[in-house]
């Protein structure tokens, strides 16, 4: 009885890190702020040509700017969640086999 409980709470800690190794992966993979960060880009280019011209525009290439910032923060948040999410997987799952191994 108690290799089978052993074997199911490996069984169980593997699947929850394979899960969360590939989570990981999906996060850090995922595109979905690059897009934005394209077209915020190229309005900001834009606008930039303008600011040349109009004094009125320097505040809307401010808010542009740190617009960018925000964007490019998130990324880094979002990549560093996801790197984290796989170094534990691979943990649980390592984790997993030492408790197999010992049964």
């Known amino acids: 009885m108690r290799y089978e409980i052993q074997i199911v709470m490996s069984v169980s800690l593997f699947v929850i ?3 969360s190794s590939v989570s990981g992966l999906w996060i850090i993979l995922a595109k979905e ?3 934005a960060m394209k077209q915020l880009s190229a309005q900001s280019v834009r606008i930039t040509g303008r600011a040349v011209t109009q004094d009125s525009v320097a505040p809307m290439i401010d808010s542009a700017s740190r617009m960018v ?3 490019n923060q998130l990324i880094r948040t979002a990549a560093g969640v996801g790197a984290f999410l796989c170094v534990v997987g691979v943990m649980i799952c390592v984790v997993a086999f030492w408790m ?3 049964v």
Do not use: C, F, P, S
């Open 69 to 71: 910032e925000a964007i």
């Open 33 to 35: 702020y690059h897009q």
């Open 100 to 102: 197999i191994g010992k």
């Open 17 to 19: 890190g394979v899960l």
